[in-house]
């Protein structure tokens, strides 16, 4: 008896041998023209939300910062305001080489500009006093109006040729008030700035109350 092929028994027919190749293509995802273009459609519409979201952002806190600008603005405009319309105390001291008689406003030099020292009242004036360290000597003042001071006095001193402004209770940090020699707070003719300058208060970045 014949032996039948192995193929004929199993009902399998034979061929040649399957290549590596072929298996590794067969795990292999062949991506469509149209798949492709879908994707990246995709990805640009996320990158573009993602931009408008940014801006928008951006858009945001600008506005914010803006606005916070803005109100310290005005709440400078109100104390300075307030300030013209109170009287502070003044310390004085006597003017050297000259009669012992005469007395100018004390001040102090920082910054390149000599500042006129003023104080809401006794208490004020007493602090900067002990942080002087001279709370036990006395200290002569006089009880001047806010709009006086700016509009007369920080003219005539700065009239020795040294931008001149004004320190409110200079020993109570924040609480405090600096009022800079700029176009809008002193005379025009005294400040640093004028009308073709950086523009008066509108140069400052609010930030001027301490």
């Known amino acids: 008896m014949v032996d039948e092929p192995e193929a004929a028994v199993s009902g399998v027919a034979s061929g040649p041998p399957r290549s ?7 795990q292999t ?23 408008e979201e940014t801006e928008v952002e951006t858009e945001v806190e600008a506005e ?41 406003p004390l001040t102090v030099d920082l910054g390149g500009v000599r500042w006129i020292l003023a104080f809401t009242g006794e208490a004020a004036l007493a602090r ?4 002087r360290g001279e709370a036990e000597r006395e200290w002569r003042y006089r009880g001047v109006w806010g709009a006086a001071l700016l509009d007369a006095a920080v003219p005539t001193v700065a009239g020795s040729g040294v931008p001149c402004g004004v320190l409110v209770d200079a020993a ?24 073709d300058g950086p523009g008066g208060l509108d140069g400052l970045d609010g930030e001027v109350g301490r």
Not at 36 to 41: D, N, P
Not at 68 to 85: H, I, P, S, W, Y
Request: charged share 30%; hydrophobic share 50%; aromatic share 4%.
């Open 20 to 26: 590596r190749l072929a298996d590794i293509a067969d």
């Open 29 to 51: 995802v062949i991506r469509t023209a149209r798949e492709t273009v879908v994707e990246v459609a995709v990805e640009v519409a996320v990158e573009v939300v993602s931009e």
């Open 64 to 104: 914010v910062e803006a606005a916070q600008v803005r109100a310290r603005r005005r709440r400078f405009l109100d104390q300075l305001g307030e300030f013209r319309r109170s009287q502070v105390l003044v310390p004085m001291g006597a003017l050297p080489g000259v009669d012992p008689v005469a007395e100018a």
């Open 128 to 131: 900067y006093a002990a942080a």
């Open 172 to 195: 109570d940090g924040e609480r405090g008030l600096v009022l800079p020699p700029v176009v809008g707070v002193v005379p025009e003719d005294v400040a640093v700035d004028g009308p």
